[in-house]
């Protein structure tokens, strides 16, 4: 049942909006950063406040929000006085992320709406030269698909953003820590970009040879390389045989490296 929860605002689906309402995953959120005064905050959807009145509370430097429904930013702005806040009414995914670059870095909190999740992420990854840490909560499907190292829910999206960001998996959260509640249990995920990465040779084909290799995870790569155009005559048999699900950075690299000698 979708209801008003304040000024008569409603939530809206198109949105994917849950607001947080527990105050204890909040404290979580925040807690999980190190913030100062000279931090530079932002957040993407703030919703009534629920999360932004308590980083407010932090000694930092500014608080950047980027909120897509025009009725919750007309609230925030009436309800929230504090010099630290700017408001912008901003699809997060259309904004250039040059404007953040006079205050970097910046330490992203945020409760991300699920349909965008992923190309949030891909947007943080284009843009992680500006970031510290952050704190994102996610639904806990994708957060395992983040976080894993093999088995079960381990594919390209886990190698992906392993190899740019450090991860760690936080607190889990029911949905009843949510209005309206969402249908699915969710997690708090801190992320930190890594720095100084070795590269990767032909790095923009070596992702799409990693998505073919989790093609079909349950098969072996000899299986979904086999209608390829890479010379898996170079690699040898016992990895063919392997299924990608099996396999680490480190072994696809390894790959990598006999397929372009």
């Known amino acids: 049942m979708v209801r008003p929860i304040s000024e008569g605002i409603v939530v809206k689906k198109q949105f994917g909006q849950h607001f947080l309402r527990d105050q204890s995953v909040v404290e979580r959120i925040v807690s999980s950063v190190d913030l100062d005064q000279n931090s530079s905050v932002f957040e993407i959807g703030c919703g009534d406040g629920f999360l932004t009145r308590t980083i407010l509370?932090?000694?930092?430097?500014?608080?950047?929000?980027?909120?897509?429904?025009?009725?919750?930013?007309?609230?925030?702005?009436?309800?929230?006085?504090?010099?630290?806040?700017?408001?912008?009414?901003?699809?997060?995914l259309d904004l250039d992320f040059a404007v953040f670059k006079p205050h970097q870095p910046w330490t992203l909190l945020a409760n991300l709406p699920y349909q965008i999740t992923f190309p949030i992420l891909h947007m943080l990854q284009e843009n992680r030269a500006l970031l510290k840490e952050g704190v994102i909560m996610v639904q806990e499907e994708v957060a395992q698909k983040i976080v894993k190292s093999s088995g079960r829910g381990y594919g390209f999206p886990s190698l992906y953003f392993q190899r740019f960001f450090e991860w760690k998996a936080l607190t889990k959260i029911a949905p009843t820590a949510f209005f309206p509640p969402p249908k699915v249990y969710s997690r708090l995920l801190y992320f930190k970009p890594k720095t100084n990465l070795e590269p990767i040779k032909d790095e923009e084909q070596f992702w799409k040879f990693i998505k073919t290799c989790f093609k079909q995870?349950?098969?072996?790569?000899?299986?979904?390389?086999?209608?390829?155009?890479?010379?898996?005559?170079?690699?040898?048999?016992?990895?063919?045989?392997?299924?990608?699900?099996?396999?680490?950075?480190?072994?696809?690299?390894?790959?990598?490296k006999l397929l372009n000698p």
């Open 57 to 92: 509370k932090e000694k930092i430097a500014r608080l950047w929000i980027f909120e897509i429904d025009p009725e919750w930013v007309g609230y925030i702005t009436k309800t929230v006085k504090d010099p630290r806040m700017t408001v912008f009414e901003q699809n997060i």
């Open 217 to 256: 995870p349950r098969r072996t790569l000899k299986n979904n390389l086999a209608s390829t155009h890479y010379k898996v005559e170079l690699v040898p048999e016992e990895s063919m045989l392997l299924r990608a699900q099996q396999m680490t950075m480190e072994d696809f690299l390894r790959i990598w």
